[in-house]
């Protein structure tokens, strides 16, 4: 090669990409880190803290439990009496044994308020309802006006449930109402404070409570949480204990059923089984139920409630034939009653239960918390008449 040539050479592998041997880091890829496990999921409301706080633990289940009827239950927080199993339908007994419309009331005076409890079935969300609704425990406080106002509610991820529900109060003694999950059981409940703190019970309202009989919408779907359950709404409107009888699917008027309602000595009745029912249903069972309710109250308010309207009945045929039978059969029955001397036998239509927007329900058919408020109000405006006379 000549010199020029050799030059020329030269030059140009300067240019070229150099194909000599990695530099050794570069031999082998460097062994991947293992991805970080995700975070164990908690109990405890976002912003919580994680660390473990020093608590004193109080079980409750021997306290005045408000909204809890009966005193012979076949477990601590079963809504019928545990003659029941013997009287009413298994799906009926199941159904009784979640705790909707419990609650506790108590005071403290600790700057931190915790709850450890554990729940009798694995499946704590549905696919309408979140776990906050279905399985968790729903906290408010009462404020220097003497109002009931929201705190915090548990969010469950497994049944064996721990919470701090708030924390960074200053230590002055202050008034809670703290509510039972609606669609799951509780097999054991304790409350947390922070240790030397004060805790003791409060009682419920003083007067008769409310005994509601109904569906799955007076069990609570498909509120986001416990105490935005109608009848949870609606005691605290009227200041009032109320014992809710839901039963989802299956508030149907049975005697099985009413034979355990008429034992309590209730302020008034409410009677919304409608959703439930056929009109068949309906003409055959509200006036023995009233009946049978009237052996042992033979003036007690009872307020019979229509179904409320679905939502897309405006455009579904079949809805609004089913609503004009139901309430036919339902008002039938009333006026029969009424006309045979009943006094003390009231009615609430169901077209504006949930308002007129169509807005107020999950599914068509469950209300949200707009349409649990609605339907709460629209109750608590029926009722409060009866009660004061």
Excluded at 208 to 213: F, R, S
């Amino acid at each position: 090669m000549s010199p020029r040539a050799r030059t020329v050479a030269l030059l140009l592998s300067s240019l070229l990409p150099c194909a000599c041997a990695a530099p050794p880091e570069a031999q082998a890829p460097a062994p991947q880190q293992a991805a970080a496990a995700p975070a164990p999921a908690t109990n405890q409301p976002a912003g919580a803290n994680a660390e473990e706080p020093e608590v004193a633990w109080t079980d409750v289940v021997g306290w005045r439990i408000e909204g809890r009827a009966f005193a012979d239950r076949a477990a601590p927080y079963d809504r019928l009496p545990a003659a029941a199993e013997q009287t009413v339908r298994k799906e009926v007994w199941n159904l009784s044994r979640d705790s909707a419309g419990m609650a506790i009331r108590f005071r403290s005076d600790s700057p931190s308020i915790h709850v450890r409890y554990t729940l009798t079935k694995a499946q704590l969300d549905m696919r309408h309802m979140p776990a906050t609704g279905v399985s968790g425990a729903d906290l408010y406080g009462r404020d220097a006006e003497g109002r009931w106002r929201w705190v915090a509610v548990s969010v469950p991820s497994k049944p064996e449930v721990k919470a701090t529900l708030v924390k960074g109060l200053t230590q002055q003694p202050r008034e809670w109402l703290l509510y039972l999950p609606l669609y799951n059981g509780v097999r054991t409940f304790e409350l947390g404070v922070a240790p030397g703190a004060s805790l003791e019970p409060v009682a419920p309202p003083a007067g008769l409570p409310v005994v509601a009989y109904g569906t799955s919408i007076m069990h609570g779907a498909c509120a986001s949480r416990p105490g935005m359950a109608w009848p949870a709404i609606l005691g605290r409107r009227i200041d009032r204990e109320v014992f809710n009888f839901g039963f989802s699917g299956n508030g149907r008027m049975e005697p099985g059923v009413a034979q355990h309602l008429v034992g309590i000595d209730a302020a008034a009745f409410v009677i919304d089984c409608l959703p439930n029912m056929t009109p068949q249903q309906v003409a055959e069972r509200t006036i023995p139920l009233v009946r049978q309710l009237r052996e042992k109250h033979p003036t007690t308010p009872i307020l019979l409630v229509e179904d409320r309207t679905f939502a897309n009945a405006w455009l579904t045929e079949e809805r609004q034939v089913q609503h004009r039978g139901r309430r036919a059969a339902l008002r039938k029955a009333w006026e029969e009653l009424t006309a045979a001397g009943d006094e003390n036998l009231h009615y609430l239509r169901g077209a504006g239960l949930l308002g007129d927007d169509d807005d107020a329900t999950t599914d068509g058919s469950h209300p949200n918390d707009l349409g649990m408020y609605r339907m709460a109000m629209a109750v608590a405006s029926a009722l409060q008449p009866l009660l004061a006379q």
